[in-house]
């Protein structure tokens, strides 16, 4: 899983009405929401839009972000559903960072983007470890000549334990990371096998051995709720590992089975039943996570995320991004917004790297303007997926009593407690945390909530 909340899928998608099955059972199709409107709405005849925004002169007093997609691994996992390339030479992946850079020196010449510093900065993937520490220095050194990160208040990069190794964290410690997050997902090797994990057990601990031998400031690691072969004793028995490690932050996600997932489409091609667990299993295992974690004295920062302490371990990316940052896209289909306009690069690497190379454009693929409606609803549903939201400085900042506005599905979500509404604050359940991405449709505008997702 990546930790990256506007994730770069490429399937394509179900019906947001159909995302949550009556049944409870784990059937093919997305359900996690990490942007509005929804990306099927966006389109390559709204590009002119996006390279106008990028023409524009900047608004300054908007924080800036830059999202770099890697898009290599050693293996597709079997749940995987992002834009990801295995098998690569080194002659394929250094063409892919020579673009990258390229395409990083062309978004730091834009009027957009000049004078801006970056606040934020995510690379995500794929596996953004799978790169050397000559290309990661690199990429460093390209954007030192363009738009710098060098007082970014976050760096925070994805690894996959199987590719570390000592010189490889000094460099992204050399670099200016300062929040790593480690792909552990499980601890048992036999499930790490069955779910089509590129590493194991003993690479974990190895990795995160040398992240803590280095220092970052804040270090993560993701756990999955829900994968093939596990259980109520190996869940636990996970929990517990990942205490003994103390990390600052632990994310965890419940397993869904987008359409591209070689999961999907062995149950869609020999009609196997979904080897997933449920729903209520799913939301049942991280619900007993919360508490395990909550008793170890950690605080709970969103439906996914727990942290030692919310005052000093803030997740600067996500709570920029769904705030409404302007957040630069590098890489192959990657999803950025730029002074008011959505878009996404192109989204096979030959094309993409033709355009940046060969062309020396942007690599533009298609895009979206949304209304001054559809960013609050953005900013509303993606701020409710953190289990609180302050009502009445969203209602400030776009001019609107949002708890009037969205008056119907606050009172049905209220009804069903999956949130209360007090004090000019809403604030979800521990139900609803649980399946808050089930809940977020109900504000979508209606031609948007029978539409594909992605």
């Given at each position: 899983?990546?930790?990256?909340?506007l994730?770069?899928?490429?399937?394509?998608?179900?019906?947001?009405?159909?995302?949550?099955?009556?049944t409870?059972?784990?059937e093919?199709?997305s359900?996690?929401?990490?942007?509005y409107?929804?990306?099927?709405?966006?389109?390559?005849?709204?590009?002119?839009?996006?390279?106008?925004?990028?023409?524009?002169e900047?608004?300054?007093?908007?924080?800036?972000g830059?999202?770099?997609?890697?898009?290599?691994?050693?293996?597709?996992?079997?749940?995987?559903?992002?834009r990801?390339y295995?098998?690569q030479?080194?002659?394929?992946?250094?063409?892919?960072v020579?673009?990258?850079g390229?395409?990083?020196e062309?978004?730091?010449?834009q009027?957009?983007?000049?004078?801006?510093?970056?606040?934020?900065?995510?690379?995500?993937?794929?596996?953004p470890?799978?790169?050397?520490?000559?290309?990661?220095?690199?990429?460093?050194?390209?954007?030192?000549?363009?738009?710098?990160?060098?007082?970014?208040?976050?760096?925070?990069?994805e690894?996959?334990?199987?590719?570390?190794?000592?010189?490889?964290?000094?460099?992204?410690?050399?670099?200016?990371?300062?929040?790593?997050?480690?792909?552990?997902?499980?601890?048992?090797?036999?499930?790490?096998?069955?779910?089509?994990?590129?590493?194991l057990?003993?690479e974990?601990?190895?990795?995160?051995?040398?992240?803590?031998?280095?220092?970052?400031p804040q270090?993560n690691i993701?756990?999955?709720a829900?994968?093939?072969?596990e259980?109520?004793?190996?869940?636990?028995?996970?929990?517990?590992?990942?205490?003994?490690?103390?990390?600052?932050n632990?994310?965890?996600?419940?397993?869904?089975?987008?359409?591209n997932?070689?999961?999907?489409?062995?149950?869609?091609?020999?009609?196997?039943?979904?080897?997933?667990?449920?729903?209520?299993?799913?939301?049942?295992?991280?619900?007993?996570?919360?508490?395990?974690?909550?008793?170890?004295?950690?605080?709970?920062?969103?439906?996914?995320?727990?942290?030692?302490?919310?005052?000093?371990?803030?997740?600067?990316?996500?709570?920029?991004?769904?705030?409404?940052?302007?957040?630069?896209a590098?890489?192959?289909?990657?999803?950025?917004?730029?002074?008011?306009?959505?878009?996404?690069?192109?989204?096979?690497?030959?094309?993409?790297?033709?355009?940046?190379?060969?062309?020396?454009?942007?690599?533009?693929?298609?895009?979206?303007?949304?209304?001054?409606?559809?960013?609050?609803?953005?900013e509303?549903?993606?701020?409710l997926?953190?289990?609180?939201?302050?009502?009445?400085?969203?209602?400030?900042?776009?001019?609107v009593?949002?708890?009037?506005?969205?008056?119907?599905?606050?009172?049905?979500?209220?009804?069903?407690?999956?949130?209360?509404?007090?004090?000019?604050?809403?604030?979800?359940?521990?139900?609803?945390?649980?399946?808050?991405?089930?809940?977020l449709p109900?504000?979508?505008?209606?031609?948007?909530?029978?539409?594909?997702?992605?």
């Open positions: 899983m990546s930790e990256n909340l994730v770069v899928p490429s399937d394509v998608g179900l019906p947001l009405s159909t995302v949550t099955p009556a409870g059972l784990t093919v199709g359900y996690f929401v990490s942007n409107p929804p990306f099927s709405q966006w389109q390559a005849e709204f590009v002119p839009e996006a390279l106008s925004a990028f023409a524009s900047p608004n300054k007093d908007v924080p800036l830059l999202y770099l997609h890697i898009p290599f691994c050693r293996k597709r996992c079997k749940f995987c559903y992002f990801v295995t098998n030479n080194a002659t394929a992946i250094e063409q892919y020579e673009s990258l390229r395409e990083i062309m978004l730091g010449q009027p957009a983007v000049q004078g801006r510093h970056l606040k934020v900065v995510y690379f995500g993937g794929g596996t470890s799978y790169l050397g520490s000559k290309q990661l220095l690199f990429l460093r050194d390209t954007l030192r000549r363009t738009i710098s990160w060098d007082h970014a208040e976050e760096v925070t990069f690894c996959e334990p199987g590719t570390m190794n000592l010189e490889k964290v000094k460099t992204l410690k050399e670099i200016g990371v300062t929040r790593v997050s480690l792909g552990v997902e499980n601890f048992n090797d036999a499930i790490l096998e069955e779910n089509g994990r590129a590493h057990s003993p974990v601990y190895r990795a995160y051995d040398w992240l803590r031998q280095v220092g970052f270090v993701d756990l999955i829900g994968m093939i072969g259980t109520d004793e190996n869940w636990h028995r996970c929990i517990d590992e990942a205490l003994k490690l103390e990390p600052d632990i994310t965890i996600y419940q397993m869904e089975l987008p359409f997932t070689l999961i999907s489409k062995e149950m869609r091609e020999h009609g196997v039943t979904s080897p997933v667990a449920d729903w209520p299993t799913k939301r049942r295992w991280v619900s007993e996570a919360f508490d395990r974690c909550l008793a170890a004295g950690y605080q709970i920062s969103s439906g996914n995320e727990l942290v030692k302490s919310r005052n000093t371990d803030r997740f600067v990316y996500r709570d920029n991004l769904f705030r409404g940052t302007d957040l630069l590098a890489g192959v289909s990657s999803f950025g917004h730029i002074q008011g306009v959505h878009y996404q690069n192109l989204d096979r690497i030959e094309d993409y790297q033709r355009v940046v190379l060969e062309e020396g454009r942007l690599p533009i693929n298609r895009a979206l303007r949304p209304t001054a409606h559809q960013r609050l609803i953005r509303f549903v993606l701020q997926k953190e289990g609180h939201l302050d009502a009445e400085a969203l209602s400030r900042k776009f001019g009593d949002v708890l009037s506005e969205f008056s119907e599905p606050l009172r049905n979500q209220q009804a069903a407690d999956y949130l209360v509404v007090e004090e000019g604050e809403v604030r979800l359940t521990r139900k609803g945390l649980l399946q808050v991405d089930s809940l109900e504000y979508f505008e209606p031609q948007h909530r029978q539409v594909r997702y992605t």
